[in-house]
Protein backbone atom coordinates (compact mmCIF):
# COMPACT_ATOMS: atom_id res chain seq x y z
CA UNK A 1 0.00 0.00 0.00
CA UNK A 2 1.84 3.14 -0.90
CA UNK A 3 -0.61 5.43 -0.28
CA UNK A 4 -0.82 7.22 3.02
CA UNK A 5 -4.11 6.96 4.86
CA UNK A 6 -5.75 9.06 7.63
CA UNK A 7 -8.16 9.00 10.12
CA UNK A 8 -10.48 10.70 12.57
CA UNK A 9 -13.00 10.58 15.07
CA UNK A 10 -16.28 11.23 13.76
CA UNK A 11 -19.52 13.00 15.93
CA UNK A 12 -20.74 9.65 16.47
CA UNK A 13 -17.91 8.59 19.14
CA UNK A 14 -19.23 8.98 22.03
CA UNK A 15 -18.59 11.36 25.09
CA UNK A 16 -14.64 12.48 23.80
CA UNK A 17 -13.24 14.42 21.23
CA UNK A 18 -10.05 12.50 21.21
CA UNK A 19 -8.52 9.35 21.91
CA UNK A 20 -4.96 8.32 21.95
CA UNK A 21 -5.13 4.41 20.13
CA UNK A 22 -2.82 1.82 22.24
CA UNK A 23 0.22 1.22 21.11
CA UNK A 24 1.03 -2.41 20.88
CA UNK A 25 -1.46 -2.62 18.00
CA UNK A 26 -1.29 0.64 15.75
CA UNK A 27 1.43 3.42 15.77
CA UNK A 28 -0.47 4.91 18.66
CA UNK A 29 -1.51 8.02 17.16
CA UNK A 30 -3.91 10.39 18.74
CA UNK A 31 -7.34 10.25 16.95
CA UNK A 32 -9.48 13.47 17.47
CA UNK A 33 -12.72 15.13 16.07
CA UNK A 34 -11.28 18.13 14.44
CA UNK A 35 -8.16 16.86 12.43
CA UNK A 36 -7.03 13.28 10.80
CA UNK A 37 -3.68 12.19 11.41
CA UNK A 38 -2.19 9.25 9.51
CA UNK A 39 -2.42 5.86 10.42
CA UNK A 40 -0.18 2.93 9.38
CA UNK A 41 -1.76 -0.75 8.05
CA UNK A 42 -1.32 -1.99 11.47
CA UNK A 43 -3.96 1.03 12.60
CA UNK A 44 -6.22 0.43 9.78
CA UNK A 45 -7.02 -3.20 10.61
CA UNK A 46 -7.45 -2.08 14.75
CA UNK A 47 -9.32 0.73 13.28
CA UNK A 48 -11.79 -1.17 11.00
CA UNK A 49 -12.14 -4.08 13.72
CA UNK A 50 -12.75 -2.29 16.30
CA UNK A 51 -15.21 0.58 15.26
CA UNK A 52 -17.71 1.49 12.51
CA UNK A 53 -19.06 4.66 11.82
CA UNK A 54 -17.41 6.21 15.09
CA UNK A 55 -14.14 6.21 13.02
CA UNK A 56 -13.68 7.92 9.33
CA UNK A 57 -10.61 6.79 6.88
CA UNK A 58 -9.89 9.17 3.76
CA UNK A 59 -6.85 8.39 1.21
CA UNK A 60 -4.69 10.92 0.36
CA UNK A 61 -6.56 12.70 -2.22
CA UNK A 62 -9.39 13.37 0.38
CA UNK A 63 -6.77 14.26 2.56
CA UNK A 64 -5.61 17.15 0.67
CA UNK A 65 -8.71 18.37 0.29
CA UNK A 66 -9.64 18.55 3.65
CA UNK A 67 -6.78 19.98 4.45
CA UNK A 68 -7.62 22.94 1.83
CA UNK A 69 -10.42 23.76 3.40
CA UNK A 70 -8.90 23.33 6.85
CA UNK A 71 -6.07 25.58 6.06
CA UNK A 72 -8.57 28.32 4.19
CA UNK A 73 -10.21 28.31 7.20
CA UNK A 74 -7.00 28.76 9.28
CA UNK A 75 -6.22 31.04 7.35
CA UNK A 76 -9.17 33.15 7.92
CA UNK A 77 -8.19 32.68 11.38
CA UNK A 78 -4.74 33.46 11.44
CA UNK A 79 -5.90 37.11 9.82
CA UNK A 80 -7.59 37.28 13.28
CA UNK A 81 -4.66 37.44 14.90
CA UNK A 82 -3.23 40.71 14.92
CA UNK A 83 0.39 41.57 14.45
CA UNK A 84 0.12 42.77 18.64
CA UNK A 85 3.91 43.33 17.88
CA UNK A 86 3.20 45.89 16.20
CA UNK A 87 1.48 47.76 18.69
CA UNK A 88 4.23 50.63 20.76
CA UNK A 89 5.87 48.90 23.75
CA UNK A 90 5.28 45.40 22.74
CA UNK A 91 9.04 44.19 22.11
CA UNK A 92 9.07 40.26 21.29
CA UNK A 93 8.87 39.15 25.30
CA UNK A 94 5.63 41.15 25.95
CA UNK A 95 3.91 40.16 21.87
CA UNK A 96 4.56 36.39 24.07
CA UNK A 97 3.11 37.13 27.45
CA UNK A 98 0.32 38.59 25.60
CA UNK A 99 -0.68 36.17 23.68
CA UNK A 100 -0.04 33.48 25.73
CA UNK A 101 -2.96 35.32 28.21
CA UNK A 102 -5.20 35.30 24.91
CA UNK A 103 -4.80 38.79 23.78
CA UNK A 104 -3.77 38.09 20.64
CA UNK A 105 -5.65 40.98 18.31
CA UNK A 106 -6.29 44.40 18.74
CA UNK A 107 -9.68 44.47 20.42
CA UNK A 108 -8.51 42.01 22.73
CA UNK A 109 -6.42 44.84 24.01
CA UNK A 110 -8.44 47.70 22.97
CA UNK A 111 -11.28 46.35 25.55
CA UNK A 112 -8.91 45.47 28.10
CA UNK A 113 -8.07 47.62 31.23
CA UNK A 114 -4.45 48.71 32.39
CA UNK A 115 -4.82 46.93 35.48
CA UNK A 116 -5.16 43.58 33.70
CA UNK A 117 -2.24 44.49 30.69
CA UNK A 118 0.53 45.39 33.75
CA UNK A 119 -0.80 42.00 35.50
CA UNK A 120 -0.20 40.23 32.04
CA UNK A 121 2.73 41.88 30.71
CA UNK A 122 4.58 43.42 33.21
CA UNK A 123 5.12 46.60 31.92
CA UNK A 124 4.89 49.87 33.46
CA UNK A 125 1.19 51.88 33.55
CA UNK A 126 1.97 54.40 31.22
CA UNK A 127 2.92 52.10 29.00
CA UNK A 128 -0.27 49.71 29.46
CA UNK A 129 -2.35 52.89 28.62
CA UNK A 130 0.12 53.36 25.39
CA UNK A 131 -0.34 49.98 24.06
CA UNK A 132 -4.84 50.07 24.81
CA UNK A 133 -4.55 53.34 23.37
CA UNK A 134 -2.55 52.41 20.36
CA UNK A 135 -4.63 49.44 19.91
CA UNK A 136 -7.88 51.29 20.28
CA UNK A 137 -6.80 53.69 17.17
CA UNK A 138 -5.91 50.63 14.85
CA UNK A 139 -9.50 49.87 15.50
CA UNK A 140 -10.61 53.13 15.06
CA UNK A 141 -12.31 52.80 18.57
CA UNK A 142 -13.37 56.88 18.30
CA UNK A 143 -16.57 58.46 18.18
CA UNK A 144 -18.80 56.39 15.87
CA UNK A 145 -21.96 58.53 14.82
CA UNK A 146 -25.27 57.75 14.79
CA UNK A 147 -25.71 56.07 11.61
CA UNK A 148 -22.32 53.82 11.94
CA UNK A 149 -23.96 52.86 15.66
CA UNK A 150 -27.39 51.88 14.26
CA UNK A 151 -25.40 49.75 11.30
CA UNK A 152 -23.31 48.22 14.35
CA UNK A 153 -27.57 47.24 15.43
CA UNK A 154 -27.48 45.55 12.70
CA UNK A 155 -25.63 42.76 13.27
CA UNK A 156 -27.51 42.30 16.72
CA UNK A 157 -30.04 38.85 16.35
CA UNK A 158 -32.99 38.30 18.92
CA UNK A 159 -33.43 34.61 19.56
CA UNK A 160 -37.08 33.85 20.22
CA UNK A 161 -37.92 32.54 23.48
CA UNK A 162 -41.15 30.69 21.74
CA UNK A 163 -43.64 33.25 22.98
CA UNK A 164 -44.27 36.01 20.99
CA UNK A 165 -45.53 37.85 23.85
CA UNK A 166 -42.25 37.33 25.60
CA UNK A 167 -40.32 37.91 22.45
CA UNK A 168 -42.45 41.33 21.84
CA UNK A 169 -41.42 42.33 25.76
CA UNK A 170 -37.50 41.90 24.84
CA UNK A 171 -37.75 43.80 21.39
CA UNK A 172 -37.69 40.43 19.53
CA UNK A 173 -36.14 37.92 22.11
CA UNK A 174 -32.94 37.60 23.66
CA UNK A 175 -30.39 39.59 22.28
CA UNK A 176 -26.87 38.91 21.28
CA UNK A 177 -24.45 41.64 22.36
CA UNK A 178 -25.99 41.93 25.78
CA UNK A 179 -26.39 40.12 28.80
CA UNK A 180 -29.84 39.28 29.37
CA UNK A 181 -30.40 38.87 33.11
CA UNK A 182 -34.22 36.63 34.61
CA UNK A 183 -34.49 36.37 38.00
CA UNK A 184 -37.24 35.15 39.89
CA UNK A 185 -38.53 32.66 42.65
CA UNK A 186 -38.22 29.13 42.32
CA UNK A 187 -40.45 27.30 39.46
CA UNK A 188 -40.93 30.62 38.09
CA UNK A 189 -39.21 29.68 34.42
CA UNK A 190 -36.04 30.60 34.25
CA UNK A 191 -34.73 27.15 33.61
CA UNK A 192 -37.17 26.18 31.00
CA UNK A 193 -36.69 29.63 29.23
CA UNK A 194 -33.21 28.84 28.66
CA UNK A 195 -33.50 25.21 27.57
CA UNK A 196 -35.85 26.76 24.83
CA UNK A 197 -33.32 29.48 23.45
CA UNK A 198 -30.45 26.61 24.23
CA UNK A 199 -32.22 24.91 21.21
CA UNK A 200 -33.84 27.99 19.13
CA UNK A 201 -30.30 29.20 18.81
CA UNK A 202 -29.79 26.37 16.36
CA UNK A 203 -32.26 27.63 14.44
CA UNK A 204 -31.67 29.96 11.32
CA UNK A 205 -32.25 33.76 11.91
CA UNK A 206 -35.72 33.76 9.73
CA UNK A 207 -36.88 31.28 12.01
CA UNK A 208 -36.05 33.22 15.42
CA UNK A 209 -32.69 31.58 15.80
CA UNK A 210 -28.65 32.36 15.37
CA UNK A 211 -27.79 29.54 13.62
CA UNK A 212 -25.49 29.16 16.17
CA UNK A 213 -24.61 26.76 19.12
CA UNK A 214 -25.47 27.28 22.94
CA UNK A 215 -22.96 26.40 25.97
CA UNK A 216 -24.53 26.24 29.34
CA UNK A 217 -22.91 26.50 32.31
CA UNK A 218 -25.08 24.66 35.20
CA UNK A 219 -23.98 25.25 38.47
CA UNK A 220 -27.85 23.65 39.52
CA UNK A 221 -27.60 20.48 37.99
CA UNK A 222 -30.75 20.99 35.79
CA UNK A 223 -29.50 20.57 32.28
CA UNK A 224 -32.67 18.42 30.83
CA UNK A 225 -30.94 17.05 27.60
CA UNK A 226 -34.25 14.83 27.47
CA UNK A 227 -36.18 18.30 27.18
CA UNK A 228 -33.81 19.77 25.02
CA UNK A 229 -34.81 16.77 22.84
CA UNK A 230 -38.53 17.16 23.14
CA UNK A 231 -37.92 21.05 22.43
CA UNK A 232 -35.77 20.39 18.98
CA UNK A 233 -38.48 17.79 18.39
CA UNK A 234 -41.12 20.11 18.50
CA UNK A 235 -39.19 23.12 16.45
CA UNK A 236 -38.45 20.11 13.57
CA UNK A 237 -34.87 19.73 14.15
CA UNK A 238 -33.00 16.64 14.28
CA UNK A 239 -32.74 16.27 18.12
CA UNK A 240 -29.00 14.66 18.00
CA UNK A 241 -27.98 16.99 15.39
CA UNK A 242 -29.51 19.51 18.11
CA UNK A 243 -27.64 17.61 20.96
CA UNK A 244 -24.62 17.72 19.09
CA UNK A 245 -24.87 21.14 18.69
CA UNK A 246 -24.88 22.16 22.61
CA UNK A 247 -22.29 22.22 25.48
CA UNK A 248 -23.07 21.90 28.93
CA UNK A 249 -20.96 21.96 31.61
CA UNK A 250 -21.45 20.99 35.53
CA UNK A 251 -19.72 24.30 37.56
CA UNK A 252 -19.02 23.60 41.24
CA UNK A 253 -17.98 26.88 42.68
CA UNK A 254 -17.71 30.34 41.52
CA UNK A 255 -13.74 29.66 40.77
CA UNK A 256 -14.91 27.07 38.45
CA UNK A 257 -17.78 28.67 37.08
CA UNK A 258 -14.91 31.82 36.28
CA UNK A 259 -12.43 29.61 34.60
CA UNK A 260 -14.93 27.96 32.27
CA UNK A 261 -16.59 31.08 31.20
CA UNK A 262 -12.65 32.70 30.41
CA UNK A 263 -12.36 28.69 28.50
CA UNK A 264 -15.08 29.84 26.47
CA UNK A 265 -12.85 32.03 23.83
CA UNK A 266 -11.03 29.34 23.26
CA UNK A 267 -13.93 27.50 21.96
CA UNK A 268 -14.40 30.06 19.65
CA UNK A 269 -10.88 30.38 18.40
CA UNK A 270 -11.32 26.49 17.39
CA UNK A 271 -13.89 27.49 15.57
CA UNK A 272 -17.39 26.66 17.21
CA UNK A 273 -20.09 28.86 16.28
CA UNK A 274 -21.32 30.04 19.48
CA UNK A 275 -24.17 32.46 19.95
CA UNK A 276 -25.60 31.96 23.21
CA UNK A 277 -23.97 31.31 26.50
CA UNK A 278 -25.94 30.70 29.20
CA UNK A 279 -25.53 30.69 33.25
CA UNK A 280 -27.75 29.29 35.84
CA UNK A 281 -27.46 30.31 37.72
CA UNK A 282 -24.92 33.55 38.14
CA UNK A 283 -25.26 33.84 41.71
CA UNK A 284 -25.86 30.50 43.29
CA UNK A 285 -22.20 30.32 43.52
CA UNK A 286 -21.32 33.09 44.80
CA UNK A 287 -23.65 33.27 47.13
CA UNK A 288 -22.50 30.01 49.48
CA UNK A 289 -18.71 30.64 48.60
CA UNK A 290 -19.34 34.22 50.03
CA UNK A 291 -21.75 33.57 52.92
CA UNK A 292 -21.98 36.68 55.53
CA UNK A 293 -21.29 40.11 55.49
CA UNK A 294 -17.57 40.24 55.98
CA UNK A 295 -16.98 38.93 52.66
CA UNK A 296 -19.93 40.66 50.37
CA UNK A 297 -17.09 43.53 49.10
CA UNK A 298 -14.60 40.56 47.81
CA UNK A 299 -17.95 39.01 46.51
CA UNK A 300 -18.45 41.49 44.30
CA UNK A 301 -15.45 42.62 43.42
CA UNK A 302 -14.74 38.77 41.72
CA UNK A 303 -18.19 39.54 40.52
CA UNK A 304 -17.53 42.43 39.00
CA UNK A 305 -14.91 40.52 37.65
CA UNK A 306 -16.95 37.77 35.93
CA UNK A 307 -19.25 40.40 34.69
CA UNK A 308 -16.21 41.81 32.92
CA UNK A 309 -15.28 38.79 31.09
CA UNK A 310 -19.03 38.11 29.94
CA UNK A 311 -19.40 41.84 28.72
CA UNK A 312 -16.53 41.02 26.32
CA UNK A 313 -17.76 38.05 25.63
CA UNK A 314 -20.84 39.71 24.19
CA UNK A 315 -19.57 42.83 22.40
CA UNK A 316 -16.55 40.73 21.18
CA UNK A 317 -18.69 38.26 19.39
CA UNK A 318 -21.93 39.22 19.34
CA UNK A 319 -22.92 36.54 21.58
CA UNK A 320 -26.28 36.56 23.99
CA UNK A 321 -25.59 35.94 27.49
CA UNK A 322 -28.29 34.68 29.18
CA UNK A 323 -27.65 34.42 33.00
CA UNK A 324 -30.88 33.38 35.34
CA UNK A 325 -30.72 34.64 39.04
CA UNK A 326 -32.51 34.51 42.51
CA UNK A 327 -34.25 36.61 44.87
CA UNK A 328 -35.01 37.65 48.06
CA UNK A 329 -37.02 39.85 49.95
CA UNK A 330 -36.22 43.57 50.92
CA UNK A 331 -36.58 43.40 54.22
CA UNK A 332 -37.36 47.19 54.33
CA UNK A 333 -40.45 47.32 52.01
CA UNK A 334 -43.73 47.42 53.45
CA UNK A 335 -45.60 48.09 49.93
CA UNK A 336 -46.15 45.71 46.69
CA UNK A 337 -43.72 42.95 45.90
CA UNK A 338 -40.85 42.89 47.90
CA UNK A 339 -38.95 41.03 45.93
CA UNK A 340 -35.03 41.79 44.66
CA UNK A 341 -32.89 39.84 43.09
CA UNK A 342 -29.63 39.18 44.66
CA UNK A 343 -26.25 40.87 43.47
CA UNK A 344 -26.34 44.39 43.76
CA UNK A 345 -25.52 46.96 42.02
CA UNK A 346 -22.64 45.36 40.45
CA UNK A 347 -24.95 43.18 38.41
CA UNK A 348 -27.84 45.18 37.88
CA UNK A 349 -25.29 47.53 36.07
CA UNK A 350 -23.85 44.91 34.12
CA UNK A 351 -26.82 43.51 32.98
CA UNK A 352 -28.57 45.15 29.50
CA UNK A 353 -32.18 43.19 30.43
CA UNK A 354 -33.35 42.78 33.72
CA UNK A 355 -36.87 40.32 33.65
CA UNK A 356 -38.65 39.18 36.59
CA UNK A 357 -40.39 36.50 36.09
CA UNK A 358 -43.22 35.28 39.01
CA UNK A 359 -46.12 32.89 38.70
CA UNK A 360 -48.78 33.73 37.50
CA UNK A 361 -52.79 32.63 37.22
CA UNK A 362 -53.31 29.14 35.98
CA UNK A 363 -49.84 28.24 35.77
CA UNK A 364 -49.17 30.51 33.47
CA UNK A 365 -46.23 32.74 34.63
CA UNK A 366 -45.61 36.59 34.19
CA UNK A 367 -42.62 38.33 32.65
CA UNK A 368 -41.74 41.81 33.49
CA UNK A 369 -39.63 43.72 32.14
CA UNK A 370 -37.76 45.93 34.91
CA UNK A 371 -34.96 47.17 32.83
CA UNK A 372 -33.85 48.11 29.28
CA UNK A 373 -32.49 50.25 27.18
CA UNK A 374 -34.29 52.64 25.90
CA UNK A 375 -37.67 50.37 26.21
CA UNK A 376 -40.57 51.12 28.60
CA UNK A 377 -41.43 48.53 31.58
CA UNK A 378 -44.35 46.09 30.68
CA UNK A 379 -45.42 42.35 31.17
CA UNK A 380 -46.23 39.64 29.76
CA UNK A 381 -47.58 36.65 29.96
CA UNK A 382 -46.47 32.57 28.86
CA UNK A 383 -46.42 29.24 29.61
CA UNK A 384 -43.92 26.09 30.07
CA UNK A 385 -45.37 22.91 28.21
CA UNK A 386 -43.77 19.72 27.50
CA UNK A 387 -43.50 21.39 23.94
CA UNK A 388 -41.59 24.47 25.34
CA UNK A 389 -42.32 28.31 26.24
CA UNK A 390 -45.68 28.92 24.47
CA UNK A 391 -47.73 31.77 24.50
CA UNK A 392 -51.10 31.37 26.82
N1 LIG B 1 -41.46 19.91 30.66
C1 LIG B 1 -42.29 20.67 31.35
N2 LIG B 1 -43.58 20.69 31.04
C2 LIG B 1 -44.43 21.42 31.75
N3 LIG B 1 -44.10 22.20 32.80
C3 LIG B 1 -42.83 22.21 33.13
C4 LIG B 1 -41.83 21.48 32.44
N4 LIG B 1 -40.64 21.71 33.01
C5 LIG B 1 -40.87 22.55 34.03
N5 LIG B 1 -42.19 22.83 34.12
C6 LIG B 1 -42.84 23.70 35.06
O1 LIG B 1 -42.26 24.96 34.89
C7 LIG B 1 -41.87 25.49 36.13
C8 LIG B 1 -40.58 26.24 35.92
O2 LIG B 1 -39.53 25.46 36.11
P1 LIG B 1 -38.06 26.01 35.96
O3 LIG B 1 -37.16 24.88 36.23
O4 LIG B 1 -37.91 26.71 34.68
O5 LIG B 1 -38.00 27.08 37.14
P2 LIG B 1 -36.77 27.93 37.66
O6 LIG B 1 -37.19 29.32 37.60
O7 LIG B 1 -35.56 27.58 36.91
O8 LIG B 1 -36.66 27.47 39.16
P3 LIG B 1 -35.38 27.31 40.13
O9 LIG B 1 -35.17 28.64 40.77
O10 LIG B 1 -35.82 26.30 41.10
O11 LIG B 1 -34.25 26.89 39.32
C9 LIG B 1 -41.86 24.37 37.12
O12 LIG B 1 -42.58 24.79 38.20
C10 LIG B 1 -42.57 23.23 36.45
O13 LIG B 1 -43.79 23.04 37.06
MG1 LIG C 1 -33.79 26.75 37.49
Given at each position: MSENYYARLTAKYPNQDAISLPNDKTNGVKLSKTKFSMVDENTIKYLRKNFTDEIEIIDEEEYNKFQNNFIEKKEIKITK??????????GVATAEKLRAAGFDNFMSIAVSSPGEMVNVAGVTEATARKIINAARNKLDMGFETGEELLKKRESVTKISTGSQNLNAMLGGGVETGAITEVYGAYGSGKTSIAHQIAINVQLPKEKGGADGIAVWIDSEGTIRPEYLVKLAVAQGLDSKEALKNFRGVRSFNSDHQMLLTENIENLIKDGLPIKLVIIDSLMGHFRSDF????MLADRQQKLNKHLHVLLKLATQYNIAIYVTNQVMAKPDTFFGDPTEAIGGHVLHHASTYRVYLRRGKKGTRVAKLVDAPAMPESESVFQVTEEGIKDV
Open positions: VDAIDELPGVSGRG
